[in-house]
């Protein structure tokens, strides 16, 4: 991974825990707590791709497994992030740019349900049946609606700040469109004004032929 991608991915991942274990975990809401940490992953792995996505999510996942009050065994949501970025990042569009909001949206919910289904999979391997008290069907329903109301307002800009860490073309837009559709249009316009050059050039040495024909006439 470059550097730059560390230095965020690590910043955005500290950020998202930060929050979620000192606000979000304090909600006391019913059912799961919203997995931002799961949403920053997400985002990055839209961005970077699979490869990418499964180490950072790897990472934010140890750091999750580390953080207080984790009363898990370590590695357990390190595995889970890992599956779910690298799952994200297959997700990824070939051009980099997402067309709709409707395949992150699905890409969220597929998260956050597949997130909770391998989390307590695992936890039952290792004997940690918790789930069961809860109710997995309860967790699962209230993991995917936390998780989607919170994706709006996290992972566009994550994904944004992705590419201007990259430099990505696609991170600058102007109306909408992409930078590239403005190379595009801008090259075709140099395009168009060569050529509208090129005829000018050529009409004006059409009339001075012309003209020189003319006064060959007259002095004759």
Same mark, same amino acid.
């Given at each position: 991974? #470059?550097?730059?991608? @560390?230095?965020?991915? +690590? ?29 920053? *992953? ?9 490869? +990418? ?29 890992? *599956? @779910?970025?690298?799952?994200?990042? /297959? ?7 997402? #067309? +709709? ?24 391997? *290792? ?11 309860? /967790?699962? /329903?209230?993991?995917? @609606?936390?998780?989607?109301? /919170? ?34 249009? +801008? ?26 024909? @003319? #006064? ?5």
């Amino acid at each position: 991974m #470059k550097f730059n991608r @560390i230095l965020l991915s +690590s910043t955005l991942v500290v950020v998202a825990l930060v929050v979620q274990v000192s606000v979000l975990a304090r909600l006391q809401l019913p059912g799961a707590v919203p997995d931002l940490v799961l949403l920053t *992953v997400l985002g990055l792995a839209l961005v970077y791709g699979p490869v +990418s996505g499964s180490l950072i999510g790897f990472g934010a996942g140890l750091l999750s497994d580390l953080a207080p009050p984790a009363d898990h065994a370590a590695g357990r949501y390190a595995l889970v992030l890992c *599956v @779910i970025g690298y799952l994200a990042g /297959l997700a990824r569009p070939d051009n980099g740019r997402l #067309k +709709s909001a409707t395949g992150p949206m699905a890409v969220v919910v597929a998260a956050a349900v597949g997130s909770t289904l391998l989390y307590a999979g695992v936890g039952a391997l *290792v004997g940690d049946t918790a789930a069961r008290h809860v109710g997995l069907g309860y /967790l699962l /329903l209230t993991a995917a @609606i936390y998780d989607l109301l /919170l994706a709006p307002f996290t992972v566009p800009l994550i994904m944004a700040l992705a590419r201007r860490a990259e430099n990505d073309p696609l991170a600058d837009t102007s109306g909408g469109t992409d930078v590239a559709s403005g190379w595009l249009s +801008s090259g075709t316009g140099l395009q168009i004004g060569n050529q509208r050059g090129g005829l000018r050039v050529k009409a004006a040495r059409t009339r001075a032929a012309r003209a020189g024909r @003319i #006064k060959g006439v007259k002095r004759l």
